[in-house]
T-cell receptor, first 115, second 109 residues
């Protein structure tokens, strides 16, 4: 089946620093990847849609200058949380479409803690 | 945007019991998926089911697209079935999934 990986699986950083999270489709090409955020005991909320070779589309209320997304290839998208604050602490999950079906596959998530 | 409502929000079952989880959505959809989120946060694909009925072992799902609802059946539940079950829909191909709030299931021995 289609496999999506994320790295790192968890990260702790100090307030004011930046953190990069990678999302890779391991056995398929993904022209579109999605980034979600999940707070404890809540559902997944879409942050942005990432298209290979073009600028990401951000959801209302998501600061594009704070959450930088780069989709440089058909198998890799990155999310950089810049100048992180404690309120950015959350579980970040990426997903990708395969080109062969409408089904979406999710990465295992990255747990970010900002101290 | 499209509304996705799941019920019940919480469910406690004894091992061996059966259960039905429901997902209502407010518009016609191109895609509907059921996921199980395990205790480590990983979303596991259960079914891609924009319409019709599918079965996979003890799990089955039915989507009635014309009436805008989907059901997930869990039979002979096991403690490993515990976790949160999400229904998510996609309005059009290539768009992101809209998630319901989930059903939190606890199966006790």
């Amino acid at each position: 089946g289609a496999v999506v990986s994320q790295h790192p699986s968890w990260v702790i950083c100090k307030s004011g620093t930046s953190v990069k999270i990678e999302c890779r489709s391991l056995d398929f090409q993904a022209t579109t990847m999605f980034w979600y955020r999940q707070f404890p005991k809540q559902s997944l909320m879409l942050m942005a849609t990432s298209n290979e070779g073009s600028k990401a589309t951000y959801e209302q209320g998501v600061e594009k200058d704070k959450f930088l997304i780069n989709h440089a290839s058909l198998t890799l998208s990155t999310l950089t949380v810049t100048s992180a604050h404690p309120e950015d602490s959350s579980f970040y999950i990426c997903s990708a479409h395969t080109l062969l079906s409408y089904e979406q596959y999710f990465g295992p998530g990255t747990r970010l803690t900002v101290t | 945007g499209i509304q996705v409502e799941q019920s019940p929000p919480d469910l406690i079952l004894q091992e061996g019991a059966n259960s039905t989880l429901r997902c209502n959505f407010s518009d016609s959809v191109n895609n509907l998926q059921w996921f199980h989120q395990n205790p480590w946060g990983q979303l596991i694909n259960l079914f891609y089911i924009p319409s019709g009925t599918k079965q996979n072992g003890r799990l089955s799902a039915t989507t009635v697209a014309t009436e805008r609802y989907s059901l997930l059946y869990i039979s002979s539940s096991q403690t490993t079935d515990s976790g949160v079950y999400f229904c998510a829909v996609e309005l059009n191909s290539g768009y992101a999934l809209n998630f319901g709030k989930g059903t939190s299931l606890l199966v006790t021995p």
